[in-house]
């Protein structure tokens, strides 16, 4: 029992991860139809950069996540005006292609500066607690509630406030809103500032639990395109439960089936895809009794 | 549209990610015959003898010594050496200290006389550790002509050494990491191979931690990478040492380079209540397992963490700090951080030329390598003094009690090494934790003979 509720918290927290870059990416698509790929690459970035300022320069950690909030959002930003916007009139793939250029610019840039040698990077916080005789340490802790505050905010923030609702207006129907005065350049920009402090935020949380290379941010943000899945590209709270179901199943396949290497990476979004096979069934079958089919 | 870019570029990198980019270290070398070979011509038609010791793996009349080619890349006075390393992609940090050391004994020698007047020139190729690029750097230094390869580092390079026997050169300071070299005839190492290692860790490990605490550790966990290496050294732990011993493989935890979660492992080794957990990765995964563990506050009782090739992890102390204290460890070299002589000896050399260095395992590694090479060819010319490939080969082949000038000791050199077990006096090593200093590896015990501390069937080194 122990070791089901350790997996289950375990999962939690690497499936915040995944919700964290999940949501990033649900959110700029549902503003712009655009499918950023380099959510991964803008948590690398944020990563390099917040240990740069703390491990290397010996910064306050406070100073360090503004500079990475200040840096990853200017990156959304960048990626914005440089990858998507002129590709506007291109059609879903070659926007999408476009982002993939802002990967391999950010990998480049990363190399670049850091090289490509493994670095590490300490915990942020301290301490722990220990829940059902499991244990969660402060750096869990932290991704816990840092995800659960920002899946809270990002809530309140698109249903209560006028960007939000502008974000929301685009998403439902881009030429109504367009007609009610939102402007689609600003929502945008908003949709991928938003995005990218994100990802440097997921980016800075993740680390001193692996190990900072320049791909190993891609590899979670490859997992997290499933959750973005799951959430039609559309529903945040969808994509973030798919983010932390994800990290859940992970964790028991690890703890459950420990001799199968690569299975656990692959469960969480193979579940997704069986899921979406499944409703997609469902959705037939209904339309089938209605006689519409 | 969407889902299927989606799907589609997902299950590309999925496929990668379950895959891996783990190297083949299982591919033997190729073309061997069953063949009684005492003596091969060479070249220049010198006898070449070989390993006069019993069997390991393959039974003696199995090794085919391939054809030794004549001997070139000696000219104007300079002897020419082939060094492989991944001096830039992501195992640079591993790949540069070894080239570095290696280039500055080489340097040291060059201002004291040579080998006996011989100027070397170290020839180096940068592999990015990727295996088309190591077999690409192999080609080119043998297509320049060096006279043998010597020290490298090339962990993903299973046709480097097939490649070398069917040009007949000889690698004289092989790195003794990859397994299909110690089966090479033409491969002169200091290294042992991954059954030496586990012969001699887990038996000491299972002694002092009966030793100390009462309880032996029975039970044990371990956490390796789906490697060839890593498979090799569990099963024989598994059928061989565990037997001997009576401990037994309680759980077993498959990762790769992509796995993230090492947190429900941890909660896995404790839920299975393991005496100890051996962790037999590439350091990467391995900090990643103790970072997660000390999050978690669990080590396993009472024999804590067991390492594996232990200088090769030195960003695993340095990371996990205080919490890896007492991790023990196994190394055929003497680890940089003990204050011996040898280790001296090499900083004040390697010092001479160059004071941006880190004096890792690697290090000791390119700089042992180095030296051997340089030792193996000057006896070579001492006792011809027309110097071949082949007689190159037949000195290494009499050294049987080489010491790497106090790095190492009783390594017999001639080739193949699994034939005699490689170097089968094992350093063992304990992590430590200095606020100060950082992470770092102290003597705990050796040089300890893996093949003769218990008193197993020895399905390995026969003497």
């Given at each position: 029992m122990?070791?089901?509720?350790?997996?289950?918290l375990?999962?939690l927290?690497?499936?915040s991860?995944?919700?964290?870059?999940?949501?990033?990416?649900?959110l700029?698509h549902?503003?712009?139809?655009?499918?950023?790929?380099?959510?991964?690459?803008?948590?690398?970035?944020?990563?390099?950069?917040?240990?740069?300022?703390?491990?290397v320069?010996?910064?306050p950690?406070l100073?360090?996540?503004?500079?990475?909030?200040?840096?990853?959002?200017?990156?959304?930003?960048?990626i914005?005006?440089a990858?998507v916007?002129?590709?506007?009139?291109?059609?879903a793939?070659v926007?999408a292609v476009?982002?993939?250029a802002?990967?391999?610019?950010?990998?480049?840039?990363?190399?670049?500066?850091?090289?490509?040698?493994?670095?590490?990077?300490p915990?942020?916080?301290g301490g722990?607690?220990?829940i059902a005789?499991?244990?969660?340490?402060?750096?869990h802790?932290l991704?816990?509630?840092s995800?659960?505050?920002?899946?809270?905010?990002?809530g309140w923030?698109?249903?209560r406030?006028?960007?939000?609702?502008?974000?929301?207006?685009?998403a439902q129907?881009?030429?109504?809103?367009?007609?009610?005065?939102v402007?689609?350049?600003r929502?945008?920009?908003?949709?991928?500032?938003?995005?990218?402090?994100?990802?440097g935020?997921a980016?800075t949380?993740?680390t001193?639990?692996?190990?900072?290379t320049?791909s190993q941010m891609?590899v979670?943000?490859?997992?997290?395109?499933?959750a973005?899945?799951?959430?039609?590209?559309?529903s945040l709270?969808r994509t973030?439960?798919?983010?932390?179901?994800?990290?859940?199943?992970?964790?028991?396949v690890?703890?459950?089936?420990?001799s199968?290497?690569?299975?656990?990476?692959i469960a969480g979004?193979?579940?997704?895809l069986?899921?979406?096979?499944?409703m997609?069934?469902?959705?037939?079958l209904?339309?089938?009794?209605?006689?519409?089919? | 549209m969407?889902?299927?870019?989606v799907?589609?570029?997902v299950?590309?990198?999925?496929t990668a990610t379950?895959?891996?980019?783990?190297a083949?270290?299982?591919?033997?070398?190729?073309g061997?015959?069953?063949?009684?070979?005492e003596?091969v011509?060479s070249g220049?038609?010198?006898?070449v003898?070989?390993g006069?010791?019993?069997?390991?793996t393959?039974t003696r009349?199995?090794v085919?010594t391939?054809?030794?080619?004549p001997?070139s890349g000696?000219r104007?006075?300079?002897i020419?050496?082939?060094?492989?390393?991944p001096?830039?992609?992501?195992?640079?940090?591993?790949?540069?200290p070894?080239?570095?050391?290696?280039?500055?004994?080489y340097?040291?020698v060059n201002?004291?006389g040579g080998?006996?007047?011989l100027?070397i020139?170290?020839?180096?190729?940068d592999?990015?550790?990727?295996?088309?690029?190591?077999?690409?750097?192999?080609?080119r230094?043998?297509?320049?002509?060096v006279?043998?390869?010597?020290?490298s580092f090339?962990?993903?390079?299973?046709?480097v050494?097939p490649?070398l026997?069917?040009?007949?050169v000889?690698w004289?300071?092989?790195d003794?990491i990859?397994?299909?070299?110690?089966a090479?005839?033409?491969?002169?190492?200091v290294?042992a191979?991954i059954q030496?290692?586990?012969?001699?860790l887990?038996?000491?490990w299972?002694?002092?931690?009966?030793?100390?605490t009462?309880?032996?550790?029975k039970?044990i966990?371990?956490v390796?990478?789906?490697?060839?290496?890593s498979?090799?050294?569990?099963?024989?732990?598994?059928?061989t040492?565990?037997?001997?011993?009576?401990?037994?493989?309680?759980?077993?935890?498959?990762?790769?380079y992509?796995?993230?979660?090492?947190?429900?492992?941890?909660?896995q080794?404790?839920s299975?209540?393991?005496?100890?957990?051996?962790?037999?990765?590439?350091p990467?995964?391995?900090?990643?397992?103790l970072?997660?563990c000390?999050?978690?506050?669990?080590t396993?009782s009472?024999?804590?963490f067991l390492?594996?090739?232990?200088?090769?992890?030195?960003l695993?102390?340095e990371?996990?700090?205080?919490?890896?204290?007492?991790m023990?460890a196994n190394s055929a070299?003497?680890?940089?951080s003990?204050?011996a002589?040898?280790?001296?000896?090499?900083k004040?050399?390697?010092?001479?030329?160059?004071?941006?260095?880190?004096?890792?395992?690697f290090t000791v590694?390119?700089?042992?390598s180095?030296r051997?090479?340089?030792?193996v060819?000057?006896?070579?010319?001492?006792?011809d003094?027309?110097?071949t490939?082949?007689?190159?080969?037949?000195?290494?082949?009499?050294?049987?009690s080489?010491?790497?000038?106090?790095?190492?000791?009783g390594?017999?050199?001639?080739?193949?090494?699994a034939l005699?077990?490689?170097?089968?006096?094992i350093?063992i090593?304990r992590?430590k934790?200095?606020?100060n200093a950082?992470?770092h590896?102290?003597?705990d015990g050796?040089?300890?003979d893996?093949w003769?501390?218990?008193?197993?069937?020895?399905?390995?080194?026969?003497?």
């Amino acid at each position: 029992m122990t070791l089901f509720v350790g997996a289950i918290l375990q999962g939690l927290v690497a499936g915040s991860i995944i919700a964290l870059l999940g949501a990033g990416i649900t959110l700029v698509h549902r503003s712009t139809r655009v499918l950023n790929l380099a959510q991964g690459s803008i948590a690398a970035l944020g990563a390099y950069v917040f240990h740069q300022m703390t491990a290397v320069w010996r910064l306050p950690t406070l100073v360090g996540l503004l500079v990475v909030l200040v840096m990853s959002a200017a990156v959304g930003l960048g990626i914005e005006r440089a990858a998507v916007r002129p590709l506007r009139r291109g059609d879903a793939t070659v926007r999408a292609v476009g982002t993939i250029a802002v990967v391999l610019i950010i990998n480049w840039l990363i190399l670049a500066i850091w090289g490509a040698e493994q670095r590490f990077q300490p915990a942020l916080v301290g301490g722990g607690v220990s829940i059902a005789d499991v244990r969660l340490g402060g750096q869990h802790l932290l991704i816990l509630a840092s995800t659960a505050l920002l899946g809270v905010g990002l809530g309140w923030a698109s249903t209560r406030t006028r960007a939000g609702l502008a974000l929301a207006a685009a998403a439902q129907d881009p030429d109504a809103a367009r007609l009610l005065g939102v402007r689609a350049v600003r929502v945008a920009q908003g949709a991928f500032v938003l995005a990218g402090a994100l990802g440097g935020i997921a980016g800075t949380l993740a680390t001193p639990l692996l190990v900072l290379t320049p791909s190993q941010m891609i590899v979670i943000s490859v997992v997290s395109l499933g959750a973005a899945l799951a959430g039609g590209f559309e529903s945040l709270p969808r994509t973030i439960a798919a983010g932390l179901g994800i990290g859940v199943l992970q964790s028991i396949v690890t703890v459950y089936a420990p001799s199968t290497s690569g299975l656990p990476q692959i469960a969480g979004f193979l579940a997704v895809l069986a899921l979406l096979a499944i409703m997609r069934r469902r959705v037939d079958l209904v339309e089938i009794l209605r006689g519409n089919a | 549209m969407l889902r299927r870019i989606v799907v589609g570029a997902v299950a590309v990198a999925l496929t990668a990610t379950a895959c891996g980019t783990r190297a083949d270290f299982s591919s033997a070398p190729t073309g061997r015959r069953t063949q009684i070979i005492e003596e091969v011509v060479s070249g220049s038609g010198a006898p070449v003898a070989i390993g006069t010791t019993g069997p390991t793996t393959r039974t003696r009349t199995e090794v085919e010594t391939p054809t030794l080619a004549p001997g070139s890349g000696i000219r104007n006075g300079k002897i020419s050496i082939g060094g492989i390393f991944p001096l830039s992609g992501g195992l640079s940090a591993l790949g540069v200290p070894p080239a570095k050391a290696a280039a500055a004994y080489y340097r040291w020698v060059n201002d004291h006389g040579g080998i006996d007047g011989l100027e070397i020139d170290f020839q180096t190729c940068d592999d990015k550790a990727d295996p088309n690029q190591s077999a690409a750097c192999t080609d080119r230094l043998v297509n320049a002509g060096v006279f043998t390869m010597g020290p490298s580092f090339t962990p993903f390079s299973p046709n480097v050494i097939p490649m070398l026997e069917r040009k007949g050169v000889p690698w004289i300071g092989y790195d003794g990491i990859n397994v299909e070299g110690f089966a090479s005839p033409l491969a002169v190492t200091v290294g042992a191979d991954i059954q030496t290692m586990g012969h001699a860790l887990l038996p000491y490990w299972y002694r002092q931690v009966e030793q100390r605490t009462g309880t032996a550790p029975k039970d044990i966990g371990v956490v390796y990478l789906d490697s060839a290496p890593s498979r090799a050294y569990l099963a024989e732990a598994k059928e061989t040492i565990c037997p001997a011993l009576g401990c037994r493989i309680a759980v077993e935890t498959r990762v790769t380079y992509f796995t993230l979660d090492y947190s429900s492992i941890c909660l896995q080794m404790r839920s299975a209540n393991v005496d100890g957990v051996w962790i037999v990765t590439d350091p990467a995964s391995a900090v990643k397992m103790l970072v997660q563990c000390r999050e978690l506050k669990y080590t396993p009782s009472p024999g804590g963490f067991l390492g594996q090739h232990g200088v090769y992890m030195d960003l695993t102390m340095e990371q996990s700090g205080s919490f890896a204290d007492g991790m023990l460890a196994n190394s055929a070299l003497l680890p940089p951080s003990v204050d011996a002589p040898a280790i001296r000896e090499m900083k004040k050399i390697i010092g001479t030329y160059e004071k941006d260095i880190s004096y890792g395992y690697f290090t000791v590694l390119g700089y042992a390598s180095a030296r051997m090479s340089v030792d193996v060819l000057r006896r070579a010319l001492r006792a011809d003094p027309t110097l071949t490939r082949a007689s190159a080969l037949k000195a290494a082949g009499q050294i049987t009690s080489y010491d790497c000038n106090g790095l190492c000791e009783g390594v017999n050199l001639a080739p193949p090494a699994a034939l005699h077990g490689g170097n089968h006096r094992i350093w063992i090593v304990r992590s430590k934790y200095d606020r100060n200093a950082g992470g770092h590896w102290v003597l705990d015990g050796g040089p300890v003979d893996a093949w003769r501390a218990e008193t197993w069937p020895t399905p390995g080194r026969r003497s």
